[in-house]
């Protein structure tokens, strides 16, 4: 992404990582560990910029979650 950026990722419609990044680069997002459970998730991207490409990749069930 480039420009000002702020990224809020909601899981089951609700809030769990809010994110802002203001230089040109390319980031990770993390979502902490008690906020991973759901069975959707969304993106709300805001700002002056441009995100290039968001990549989701779905972790698989760890210790019988």
Known sequence: SSGAITVVI???GVAVSTQSFTAT???D???PQPNQDGYSVQFRITG???VY???YKAMGRQ???
Do not use: Q, S, V
């Open 10 to 12: 909601y899981i089951d």
């Open 25 to 27: 680069d390319t980031y």
């Open 29 to 31: 997002l993390i979502i």
């Open 48 to 50: 002056t910029g441009t």
């Open 53 to 55: 490409e968001l990549e």
């Open 63 to 65: 210790n019988g979650r």
